[in-house]
């Protein structure tokens, strides 16, 4: 019989540790505060034998179909028989749909499956945790490295259930918003199937931003409900969550709760709002009836930085962005049943959402949930993790990757990599020596290497060398292939496709899929104008693109005033709007430029107000504090330059493609600058330049 389990949640985490009966007594003595302890009747455990979750290879749905190539073409061809069959096998429907869709671009209405209705949290639990209840769902990898816990699919279950208990107890209900700001752990795993459970749409804030960025994300979506960890701990520094999440909410009005986690089992003040969660949920039900969800109701919102200085809040489906995380998931990285699928980016971003939570968990896999940093304690620790977890896919960024190099081989080298067959780089383009150190020194030339472009918008991967026919070959440094279901063109300024190859433009998706974004929450309007309106007819992703002689995609780099800092998504206007809030600034103009471990760096242009009281220095401080507070870390400007003024064109335009120059060090190729009002304050800032160059 299998021995008495009781889950506990120690007060150093809440670790699902397992412990017999006898352990009780001991762990009642180890002096760690125990917050909250239900137990598991006996007897309990399945006997199920079946390991995996089988998932059909695409060729079975299509049996006629012989070559990667037919396949394609049948998806962009059509769609809805593509998309259609892989809908009715792939999900589990609480009614099956009979539409597959009925999306249109003139009218901005995106709709796939849309009289049908599935629940996320069943199509990514419950169906596994009936075929496969010890298989683990989740291997939770500590920032404390040789930690790692498991979560098997059945405590996945218990886990969503309760908390899905607490929200409805809460008064959250199907539609409602609800935030989280949390580390890379189960229980947020938890939190967010939860909201999926009841029909409710997460927003998941990433544990980087600051207060202000925080509350007003939780403003905009009016979350009622916000979902937190004592601390968090990353790369062994604690990062106050909850003190944060209680300055922000602060400001949020429709806050009615905020539900606290034991990460750190810190004590940490709790006040009228707060709950403890392990609490509230120790006293659940561990049942949870799904709620009755329609295909086109929104799963989650995630915010994302564009032109302007207010972040958009991308809001996606529940069925179509299901099916494509978890096609793309499959095909892609080559998954397959016993794997062990290890994405390393944080929940915070989309990378997270599709690739850490719902492509693997729709897939039935085990997932890994890696709260570290790449170089903690030291820079073996992404490999000694695969050493240790025996990972099969590693999925990461191209930043981290150029950090490594710098650090040496030798890190690499002492673990065993034999079990990786799939690396995957994802958030900017990744450099030749980057991708070449990824395929020769960690892939010791045996691993599949996928450089995969997409953005929050796309829901999941748009172009990647897989898949493809199995043995079709893979250039290094870029995205070569569309994804099935994905037309990407190129269009020159008048919004005219360029046809042929050895040609570029802004990169446009000429077919619909079911992935996509459905709207920016709250402003339909902002979504049209930004995606479909600039290139009509088609979606325009904001990046240039180039295809070349063999017809293969490139990534030329963003085409709007939005940089790339460390693989996030960073609006030079957010970083502007956040330094004149100071006193002393008159102006500002912030650009990206060439970075070697961040991609691109934060360069900002300012000029002081006349007569200004403090110095200089302490005003540069000021500013560099305040990007952080208003927004984040990574948004510190790398450089700040006081200029006595901005190059601007007569209609009062600053011309930041020539500052992107002047701080990429081009300042030999400026060109004309005679249409400028005042030519003079460009070799002015030159000049500041080149002496700020030289004293570092
Ligand atoms: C932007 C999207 C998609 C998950 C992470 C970022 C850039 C992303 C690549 C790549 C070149 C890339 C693009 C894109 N980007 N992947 N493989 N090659 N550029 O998501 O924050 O929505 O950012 O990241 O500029 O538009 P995101």
């Known amino acids: 019989m299998a021995p008495l389990t009781i889950r506990t949640f120690l007060s150093r985490g809440f670790a699902l540790s397992r412990v017999n009966a006898s352990a009780k007594h001991q762990l ?21 034998t079946i390991t995996s979750t089988p998932i059909p290879e695409i060729t079975d749905h299509f049996p006629n179909i012989r070559t990667h190539e037919d396949l394609y073409n049948l998806s962009v061809d059509q769609p809805e028989e593509f998309w259609g069959r892989l809908a009715k096998s792939r999900l589990q429907w609480q009614k099956e749909f009979t539409v597959v869709s009925e999306s249109e671009v003139a009218t901005g209405s995106f709709r796939w499956f849309p009289d049908g209705d599935l629940n996320v949290a069943v199509n990514c639990v419950d169906r596994h945790a009936a075929l496969t209840p010890e298989k683990s769902a989740l291997i939770w990898e500590k920032d404390e490295p040789g930690q790692e816990q498991h979560v098997t699919y059945r405590e996945l279950l218990d886990m969503v259930c309760r908390l899905a208990n607490v929200l409805l107890s809460e008064g959250v209900r199907k539609g409602d918003r609800v935030a989280l700001y949390m580390p890379v752990c189960p229980m947020a795993v938890a939190a967010m199937l939860a909201c999926a459970r009841i029909g409710a749409i997460h927003s998941v804030v990433f544990a980087g931003f600051s207060k202000e960025a925080l509350a007003a994300r939780i403003r905009d979506a009016s979350a009622s409900v916000v979902i937190t960890t004592d601390e968090g701990v990353r790369g062994g520094k604690v990062i106050p969550l909850k003190q944060t999440v209680d300055a922000a909410v602060k400001e949020c009005r429709a806050v009615r709760r905020v539900l606290v986690a034991a990460r750190t089992g810190a004590q940490v003040p709790m006040g009228p709002l707060d ?28 915010y994302t930085s564009g032109s302007t200085g207010k972040p958009k809040g991308i809001a996606h489906s529940s069925a179509g962005y299901l099916l494509y995380a978890s096609v793309t998931h499959k095909h892609v990285f080559d998954y397959r049943p016993g794997d062990v699928f290890g994405c390393v980016a944080d929940i915070g971003w989309i990378t997270g959402h599709t690739y850490v939570v719902y492509g693997p968990l729709a897939n039935g896999a085990t997932t890994v949930l890696f709260e570290s940093t790449p170089t903690y304690p030291d820079p073996g620790r992404y490999w000694e993790t695969v050493e240790r977890l025996r990972i099969t896919q590693f999925y990461g960024a191209p930043t981290a990757i150029r950090l490594l190099i710098k650090h040496g081989d030798i890190w690499v080298h002492k673990y065993d990599r034999s079990s990786l067959r799939t690396l995957g780089s994802v958030g900017e383009p990744i450099n030749h020596e980057a991708w070449h150190w990824y395929h020769t020194v960690v892939g010791n030339g045996n691993c599949t290497v996928v ?34 279901g994905i037309r990407p063109i190129l269009c020159d300024e008048k919004g005219r496709p360029v046809q042929g190859n050895d040609v570029s433009g802004a990169l446009c998706i000429q077919s619909l899929w079911p992935g996509m974004a459905r709207t920016v929450f709250g402003d339909h309007k902002r979504f049209m104008e930004t995606y479909f309106n600039p290139y009509p007819g088609y979606y325009f992703s904001g990046d240039g693109g180039h295809r070349d002689a063999d017809g293969f995609y490139h990534i030329t780099g963003r085409m709007d005033d939005v940089i790339n800092v460390t693989g996030h998504r960073l609006g030079t206007a ?10 002393s600034v008159a102006e500002t103009a912030v650009v990206g430029f060439p970075h070697d471990v961040k991609g691109e760096g934060v360069y900002a242009f300012v000029t002081l107000k006349d007569n200004i009281e403090e110095e200089q220095a302490v005003v540069l401080d000021e500013l560099k504090k305040i990007t952080r507070t208003k927004i984040a870390a990574y948004a510190v400007p790398d450089v700040i330059l006081v200029c006595p003024g901005l190059p601007k064109t007569r209609s009062g335009k600053i011309m930041r493609r020539l500052l992107r120059q002047i701080a990429a060090n081009r300042a030999d190729a400026l060109g004309d600058v005679t249409t400028l009002a005042d030519p003079s304050v460009v070799s002015l800032i030159v000049e500041k330049h080149r002496q700020q160059n030289q004293a570092k």
């Open 275 to 302: 709950v403890s969660l392990e609490e509230a949920m120790a006293s659940a039900s561990s049942e949870c009836p799904p709620a009755t969800v329609g295909a086109e109701d929104f799963l989650f919102m995630l």
């Open 28 to 48: 009642n003595s180890l002096g760690g505060k125990c917050l909250y302890r239900y137990s598991v009747p006996v007897g309990t455990r399945s006997q199920s």
């Open 574 to 583: 957010e970083v502007e709007d956040a330094m004149t809030e100071h006193p």
């Open 451 to 484: 450089d995969t472009w997409w953005q929050t918008e796309t829901g999941g991967i748009m172009l990647s060398p897989r898949p493809s026919a199995p043995d079709a070959p893979i250039a290094p440094a870029m995205p070569m292939r569309p994804m099935f």
